[in-house]
């Protein structure tokens, strides 16, 4: 029996070690690219956040966000570590519950699975594109530029559009969609997000720990703690990764850029300074990065010249509101070529959750970033990848009488 395996990232990978474990099973499988893994070695800015401890616990979405649940408990964060490290991979995890390799590198992820693919029974065939993929009685026949091959099953891995720099592309979409499957509505996901505030500009570089709620029509739709990095148009970070997928424009994010500490406190500790000969641009100085603290005090409408002395106690609280609950407008997010994820994608109701098996394509498999199922940031999408391709592939790889 021939399994055909289209994408060499995470999930198909993954896919075609598990198929290749039947020894009576030929795996071939089609890159587009020149090489394997190019957007893996990318992920966690070249760290490869490769799992999350707690993916068992949620953090998935999607139209129906439970389709993930078999295919996480077949292959769930401890049996994937120890999978790895039956490859050779040596990992360290966060006590936020991610895991890195011991290199700090990604290119020890994307070496392991690449020597681990060095089988009898796995073919790889690099810089092949699949433009069409067409039903047969017996089987699939797998269309190139230049060369078609029969398959008796297929596993769709294609990832999704997100990444379009490294590899990110629709074909996957399109070739699940000439074979009736249906896709929901794309957007990108862990993306940095443009703002209309003024003061972001002068930001530019600048990291802070920050409570964002993501406000529309005066509710709260998302919440998430953790790193805010500002850019010169907008703002970045693992926080506001978190919360894009769902961002509008128009939606206001409410930065809490002090969020231990109670209003009262800070309160407190500015009313202290201002018995000192303290220059107003000062005045956040040892709590905020320096250039942060100027910014949200001309922000509170504070003037930055003169002593804190000067200040009155009304300008005191106006700044202790700003770094509390900063309000900035959204535009936009980036587009998919900046996007780590992509949100939205094949219907997941038209696949077995148990197998990843098409219900209305008998022998087609899909897994990964193709089907409508993203995570969180923080190891959550490649933990997708590796157990929706691992459980592809095992069930692909089960001879049929």
């Not at 990978?13 to 893994?37: C, H, K, T, W, Y």
């Not at 720099?165 to 000439?178: D, V």
Request: charge should be negative.
């Amino acid at each position: 029996m021939v399994i055909g395996i289209i994408g060499a990232g995470a999930s198909g990978m993954a896919a075609a070690l598990a198929a290749s474990q039947n020894p009576n099973v030929q795996v071939i499988l089609f890159e587009r690219q020149a090489r394997v893994g190019r957007k893996l070695q990318a992920t966690g800015n070249g760290r490869c956040n490769l799992t999350n401890l707690h993916a068992l616990e949620g953090g998935y979405h999607g139209q129906d966000a439970d389709f993930a649940q078999p295919a996480l408990q077949a292959l769930p964060p401890e049996r994937t570590l120890d999978w790895f490290r039956s490859m050779g991979l040596f990992t360290v995890a966060e006590e936020s519950g991610r895991v890195y390799p011991y290199s700090d590198q990604a290119n020890s992820v994307v070496d392991v699975l690449r020597l681990a693919l060095n089988k009898e029974n796995v073919t790889l065939r690099t810089g092949f594109e699949v433009r069409r993929l067409r039903k047969e009685c017996e089987g699939f026949l797998v269309e190139g530029s230049e060369e078609t091959v029969f398959c008796n099953k297929i596993i769709v891995a294609c990832g999704g559009l997100a990444g379009t720099k490294l590899g990110g592309s629709m074909s996957g979409y399109q070739l699940l969609g000439k074979l009736g499957h249906r896709s929901t509505r794309l957007r990108p996901a862990l993306v940095q997000v443009k703002c209309a505030w003024p003061g972001v500009s002068a930001l530019k570089g600048v990291r802070a720990n920050a409570r964002v709620q993501i406000c529309r029509d005066g509710e709260c739709i998302r919440e998430s703690t953790g790193e805010v990095q500002f850019t010169e148009y907008g703002l970045s970070g693992p926080v506001i990764f978190e919360v894009s997928r769902d961002m509008c424009r128009g939606d206001v994010a409410v930065l809490d850029l002090l969020s231990q500490w109670e209003e009262e406190v800070l309160y407190g500790e500015l009313k202290r300074r201002q018995k000192t000969a303290l220059p107003v641009e000062e005045l956040l100085t040892g709590i905020l990065h320096n250039r942060l603290g100027r910014v949200l005090t001309k922000t509170a409408g504070v003037r930055c010249s003169g002593l804190v002395s000067e200040l009155s106690d009304k300008d005191l609280t106006d700044v202790c509101r700003t770094v509390k609950a900063l309000e900035i407008t959204l535009t936009e997010p980036l587009g998919m070529d900046s996007a780590q994820v992509t949100a939205g994608g094949v219907l997941t109701g038209d696949f077995c959750p148990d197998t990843m098996e098409s219900r209305l394509v008998p022998g087609l498999y899909a897994c990964g970033e193709v089907l409508d199922i993203d995570g969180d940031c923080g190891g959550y999408n490649l933990q997708w990848a590796w157990s929706s391709g691992y459980c592809a592939g095992s069930h692909g790889g089960k001879e049929t009488t």
